[in-house]
Structure formats: structure tokens, C-alpha cells
């Protein structure tokens, strides 16, 4: 094992060589991390012999004395001993203020020291906070996928900070960051058909194949260092790389309309209650004369005229939606994935294990019908538009508890009870 006096230096940064001792912790619960709360974000980019990784930290950002920055690499996301783990000293955080209130720091690992397969943890959380308790204000993990270890560029905003994010705002002006020379950029939109996660229930085999091959609806090149802007939303491709012997690397993103992950748009508050409505009904919503009221009066008579509690129903619906947006956007939008499903309709899982062979499972501990515990699994589906596409494994004895979910939504008396209600709503 490597001296821990050993030091390496990444452009001005001086970063100790992560070699500490391994301490056995418990299995982590990973729940904490799906909260509808400000999120602690990590992006990455290739430099050389090392992996610089952008934080942005959300306000209040607290880090120095018993609020260090620290790091620890697990061979798998089950594993009861890191690799390594250690703290990074403030001279290697390079911190600067966010837009927001937050912070932003950026450091380098030696990717040597960043096998591809394993899970790299950061947190800023308090020398004495739980182990197995997953806080998104301060924990933050990335899976290190070979692309993540080799792509030596990074989204932007228009101010020249890292994103954090693979989705995009149609009109939002972005760049694209390369390390060492400049690079141009290339990139494709392609026709994709969003369709909605299918019930927990549905036949796999039945469910239908996606195209072998999307087209593409139009192309360009932009100069290297050039803000792009792209007004149509779709699904994007991005293709980075040529110039001075380096090698092409290709991120897509997901540009959204309007004010993506939130719902601004009649339109766009109707399609979510695909998941508890018949076609028939959304149509009917779709065609009233003023749809956003008419979808007001749909909560409001499932609240029986309480308006209060219509109100609530409507917060509690919408801001998992958003939610989900935010947490699971992939080549479509966040709620149309098989993870948004289950968050919209059941709500955040308050249990989640992550298993060593990348599968993931939810624990809801009294979401059976006799009230008993109840567990779904999602599966890796990585592709390259979607990288950390996950796909529910599907049963047809989840037929009745799915109704039953669906029911606690449409019927007053059990709408507002059960473990499938939101935290925020009033007892009644």
C-alpha cells in the first residue's frame, strides 16, 4: 500500500494520495438520497493521469471544522470496507460561491487510484454522522463507469460552471469545457417517441422493443469554445473530441421544454395523470376550454369539494413528478422512467439497497396489501443515451397492490391515509 506521504499534484491542486486504512462500516441505506430535497452534485472530467470531480455544494454549504470534505472509494456499492478513504485539504478545493447561495469546489484523483466498477463517496457531513444514513445535502456517488473515467470534457453554464446535470432547458445557453486543447463539437438530435413506464404488472414480453436505430432529425458542427443553444426539445447527442490525437467521446442530454423539472404547462400536467387516469379522462381534460382549471376541478372532486385538501393532493402529486424530473431524467423525462412510476405513484422508497452486481431494490416496509413490506428491483439497461438507465423488474403479483396504490389516489377516504401517503399532508 502506497505511503500516505506520498503527494500528487493536479494543476496548482496538491491532493494526498488516498491510501488510508479501510474501516468496516454497515451496509448503507441508499433512501436518503432519493428526499425532494437540495442535492449535493458531482460531475467529472479526464485530465491527463487524473480525474478532477466538480462539486456544487447547496446553501448553506458548511464545510471546515467537523464539516470536512471527504472521500472513499467501495469496490461495490454492498461492500463493508472502502478501499480507501480520506479528507481533502482545503488548499486542494479550489471553492468558489454558486449562483444560488451555494458553493462550488473542484479537486483531482489520480484515476489509478479509481478502479472502473467501483463507487466513489463524497460528503461533507459531520465527522460523527451515521454512516449508513445517506443525507443528499452532503453525500454525494458516482458509479466509475470507463465513460466517466475517460471523458475529457464538461457541460457548462453560460458563466463557465459546471452543470452537474444531463438535462437541459430549451434556449438555455451551455458549453462545452474541453481539458488541453480545444475541441469541436458535433452533435445530433434524434426522433424519440417518450412513452411512459408501464405498471409494475405488465407483461415484460409483452411490453414493446424500442427502435434498433433512432433517425436523426438534424446535425450541425460548432466551433471549438462556442455556447450552443438548442430551441428544440429532443434528445441529444453530443460528440466531443478529434483534435491533437484526442479521442471522440459522446454525452447525450435530454433538452426539456418550458421550466423542466417543474410543470408549467396544461399539457404538461395532464400527461402525469396518465398514471392514475383512462385515456378517456385525460382527453377530457385536453379538450375543456381551459384545461389548467379543468385539472384543478379533477383534484378538487376527488377531494370532495375540499379545497384544502384538493390543494394538498395537487402539491403532494405534482412535487413527486418534479421530483422525479429532477432524480431520474435519462433519454426522456424523469416521471416517464420505470423509477418515476413507482416514486409518483407510491412515493420515495424508504428503503434502498444497491447490490454489488449494479441491481437496485426499493423497500416500502408496509406497502403490501395486508400492510406487510413489498420490494421492487430495477435492473442496469445502460445504452448510450441513457448510461444509469434502470428497468423495473415486473411481476403479475403486483397487479393488485398497483390498483390498490392507483385507488389510495382516486378515492377520497383512503386517499389521504396509508403508507403511500405524502409526509406533508394533513391527518385527517
Not at 480525474?51 to 448553506?60: E, F, I
Not at 471522440?248 to 417543474?262: F, G, H, I, K, S
Not at 441491481?359 to 408496509?366: A, I, K, L, T
Request: net charge positive.
Amino acid at each position: 500500500m502506497p505511503s500516505p506521504s506520498r503527494l500528487w499534484y493536479c494543476l496548482g491542486g496538491l491532493l494526498p494520495l488516498l491510501a488510508a486504512a479501510p474501516l468496516a462500516t454497515p451496509r448503507p441505506d441508499f433512501a436518503g438520497l432519493y428526499r425532494d430535497a437540495p442535492a449535493l452534485t458531482v460531475d467529472t472530467r479526464r485530465e491527463g493521469d487524473s480525474l478532477r470531480l466538480y462539486l456544487r455544494l447547496p446553501a448553506p454549504a458548511r464545510l471546515g471544522p467537523g464539516h470536512a470534505l471527504r472521500v472513499a472509494l467501495w469496490p461495490s456499492y454492498e461492500a463493508r470496507a472502502p478501499l480507501w478513504q480520506d479528507s481533502i485539504a482545503r488548499r486542494a478545493q479550489h471553492p468558489r460561491p454558486a449562483p444560488d447561495g451555494g458553493v462550488q469546489l473542484s479537486f483531482c484523483v489520480p484515476v489509478a487510484q479509481l478502479p472502473a466498477g467501483a463507487a466513489l463517496q463524497v460528503t461533507t457531513a459531520a465527522a460523527d454522522t451515521k454512516d449508513d444514513y445517506q443525507e443528499p445535502t452532503t453525500t454525494a456517488w458516482l458509479r466509475l463507469t470507463e465513460a466517466v473515467r475517460a471523458r475529457p470534457f464538461v457541460l457548462t453554464d453560460s458563466a463557465g460552471q459546471p452543470l452537474a446535470r444531463r438535462y437541459l432547458r430549451a434556449g438555455e445557453v451551455f458549453g462545452v469545457e474541453s481539458y488541453g486543447l480545444l475541441q469541436p463539437v458535433r452533435w445530433k438530435r434524434y426522433a424519440v417517441n417518450p412513452l411512459p413506464a408501464l405498471p409494475p404488472m405488465t407483461n415484460a414480453a409483452a411490453m414493446p422493443a424500442g427502435p434498433r436505430v433512432l433517425p436523426v432529425l438534424d446535425s450541425a458542427e460548432v466551433r471549438p469554445g462556442q455556447l450552443l443553444r438548442f430551441q428544440e426539445p429532443g434528445l441529444y447527442a453530443l460528440k466531443v473530441g478529434g483534435v491533437g490525437g484526442i479521442a471522440p467521446r459522446t454525452l447525450a442530454v435530454l433538452v426539456a421544454p418550458n421550466a423542466y423539472p417543474a410543470l408549467s404547462t396544461a399539457a404538461e400536467l395532464i400527461e402525469p395523470l396518465r398514471y392514475l387516469t383512462t385515456s378517456q379522462e385525460r382527453q377530457k381534460l385536453t379538450d375543456a376550454p381551459d384545461p389548467k382549471r379543468a385539472v384543478d376541478k379533477f383534484w378538487l372532486d376527488i377531494a370532495q369539494g375540499n379545497q384544502r385538501l384538493g390543494k394538498e393532493l395537487i402539491k403532494s402529486y405534482y412535487g413527486r413528478v418534479t421530483a422525479a424530473n429532477r432524480l431520474f431524467a435519462a433519454h426522456k423525462a424523469g416521471w416517464l422512467t420505470d423509477k418515476g412510476l413507482l416514486y409518483v405513484v407510491l412515493g420515495p422508497p424508504p428503503g434502498v439497497r444497491r447490490l454489488a452486481d449494479g441491481e437496485e431494490r426499493w423497500y416500502y416496509p408496509d406497502g403490501g396489501l395486508t400492510g406487510g413490506p413489498i420490494t421492487y428491483s430495477f435492473r442496469p439497461r445502460p445504452s448510450t443515451f441513457a448510461p444509469d438507465y434502470y428497468e423495473l423488474v415486473r411481476r403479475p403479483e403486483y397487479e393488485l397492490l398497483w390498483y390498490a396504490a392507483v385507488e389510495k389516489w382516486r378515492t377520497p377516504p383512503t386517499a389521504l391515509t396509508g403508507p403511500n401517503v405524502p409526509s406533508d399532508l394533513p391527518a385527517r
